[in-house]
């Protein structure tokens, strides 16, 4: 008989990407297979965000197409899980009554447990070892979150900041390379905070060491940094270690301070502008991104300008703009939604002009230089890739470069990418030696 089907879909932030790469890989040991077609499944799993509003009605969307699933095969399980599944399950039930299970944010043991048991003929249970064939990975290393800004719901959903020790993570890191995989992004919420609650307090930068010291991996990230705590020995350990990519991803939310203290960011941006020009003190050619909200209630014109002024200033290289958009159970729900919806789409349009100019003028300055790049995939014809500072390049070639890391020429630039030449090859061993 053959093994039974799992479909998965994921919406949301990476840290749900890698959830759901766990989910997976339980499900596959536990004896089932995986699907890309949803009629197919005999289990669907829903992996949910509630970040954003417009995640939210896209799973609700979801679980309304599976009406159809569950019309045809009425056995097939459904299981929600992620950051849309609160305490509430009876509410849950009444709010999705086509959802089996409910299960928690990262929770992949209790999926396990409510997904029908996989047996073989003998009555045991069956192990496949789980098959991945990708580049990269992200590894979860400090898991919920203890800031509880006024806009997110995070730690109501993932709970407190929980970090798996260097060893687990060293294991985790160490399979992923027999399978092939050369960068990992080490993820955490406020991934600065890595350690505190571990006996000795290692912290980040104890693990970048550690992890560095894993044959076969090549790259380093990580995601995302809360400003205010972040050492010196933190980015010095990233200039120092040459698998350690020079990108770093730092919210900042907003560029004015009344906007921040209701947002209980927790510091100013007096402070945030004094950590970037550390980074960029330690980390030499260091590319910035950061996270930027919209109409946060009670934002003014002017306030939102300070946004723009600072990243004016700053000169980021990459700044993801979100409108805001309410929360039921944070604390900013309270304060309403205030902003029309035109005036955030406005403003998140005049930061997004403003994004393309600034990163198209610093992609520019890139123009006619080499830029080392690992490829990961066939991409509408050409082959996709990232430098080392997080920047998607493009090239043509008849060779299958997935894995392969080059060094390239860049002769073609816009904000979002760059068109390249590859100019010779970086062996493994030339890799290790600068390590
Ligand atoms: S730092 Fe703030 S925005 Fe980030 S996950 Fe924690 S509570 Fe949410």
Redesign the pocket.
Known sequence: MANPNFYIWTVGCQMNVADSGHAATALKQAGYSQTSQVMDADVVILNTCSVRESAERRTRGKVGALARLKQQRPDAVVVMMGCMVHPDRALLHRQFPLVDHFVPAGDVDELVTCVPEVVDEWGTQLYELPSNSSVTAFVPVVMG?????S??V??YRRGRERSLTIEEIVGDVRQLAERGIQEVTLLG??INHYGRDLPGKPDLADLFHAVHAVDDIERIRFL?S?PRTMTDKILQAVADLPKLCEHINI?F?AGDNAVLRAMR?GYTIEQYVEVVERVRRIIPNVSIATDIIVGFPGETDEQFRRTYDVLEELRLDQVHIAAYSPRPGTKAFEMGDPIPLAEKQGRYRTLDAQHERISGEINAELLGGTQEVLFEELHRGKWKGRTRTNKLVFVDSAEDLTGRILNVKIHQTTAWSMQAEPVGELARRELVAAS
């Open positions: 979150c203890n800031k509880f800004c806009f997110c995070v730690p919420q406020t995302t809360y919210p939310q960011r």
